[in-house]
């Protein structure tokens, strides 16, 4: 297994940093891209990259615009949303995927499930695999948690943002600094993922998930405060043309305590 930085470019000039994981093994099964949640640094998946190489997979690992080794000096009212990620970020490391000419497979946790459907090159997708993807309806939440997460996330963040110009998750603590745009996105979005875009915008993207015919294995877990049962089920319709496949894991079916929204990925497993 060899990891080697390399550099992505975007459509638009920007240009992000990841690793590429060569295979372990001769007989190369294909290669995975792995998208990972909105304020996950990429090397939090490195583990499961290791994983993925020793069996026989190439993979890709990526930190989108503004996250990580892709963060640039200043992001202060840059803009970018999620639409940026799957359009630009998720589009281009779909090229360098393609360009290797082995079936390609895409992992996404969180928001990173739902990102391939802005980028019209994912229809050449072999496979899809979710982990709680959904795009933070806040009535899908929890009903025992919701006012809080709420307050959290729909109330502060956008509030802190607009003051800052990006929201500064990491001095919070809660995650990685986000772009202006990613945070409003998700703080004020409605119930549709394409709300507040115009008609033409909302048909566009309408056709693009529906162009996706890969087969999909959605997982979710019990626990899971962000990636409920109902935001998964309304993520997923979108991709009105792929066979979908949804599987719920308890902590319990794993022998652990506690999942919720990120140990699936975690390096202890």
């Not at 795009?135 to 729909?154: L, N």
């Amino acid at each position: 297994m060899l990891k080697t930085p390399i550099d992505i470019p975007c459509a638009d000039g920007i240009v992000l940093k990841g690793h590429h994981w060569s295979a372990a093994r001769s007989d190369v099964e294909g290669i995975v891209m792995i998208n990972p949640a909105t304020g996950v640094k990429a090397n939090y998946y490195h583990h499961y990259a290791r994983f993925l190489s020793a069996h026989g997979f190439e993979v890709l690992t990526f930190d989108y615009r503004g996250i990580g080794l892709s963060r640039p000096e200043s992001m202060t009212r840059c803009g970018w949303d999620w639409r940026h990620w799957g359009e630009r970020d998720v589009a281009a490391v779909l090229t360098c995927a393609l360009s290797s000419h082995l079936p390609v497979s895409i992992v996404g946790h969180s928001i990173g499930g739902v990102l391939p459907g802005y980028a019209p090159s994912s229809r050449e997708v072999r496979r899809i695999l979710t982990m709680g993807a959904q795009y933070a309806w806040w009535r899908d939440y929890p009903e025992a948690s919701r006012r809080r997460m709420y307050v959290k996330w729909h109330v502060m963040m956008p509030l802190i943002t607009r003051l800052i110009g990006h929201f500064p998750g990491r001095r919070l603590n809660w995650l990685e600094d986000l772009p202006d745009g990613v945070a409003y996105q998700w703080g004020r979005g409605g119930w549709e993922l394409e709300a507040r875009l115009d008609a033409r915008a909302r048909a566009e993207i309408h056709d693009r998930f529906a162009a996706i015919s890969a087969p999909i294995l959605a997982i979710g877990v019990t626990d899971d405060p962000f990636g409920t049962r109902n935001a998964i089920t309304r993520a997923h319709g979108y991709y009105s043309g792929a066979e979908l496949t949804k599987v719920m894991l308890a902590p319990e079916d794993l022998a652990m305590e506690s999942i919720g929204h990120f140990d699936l990925f975690h390096a202890r497993h």
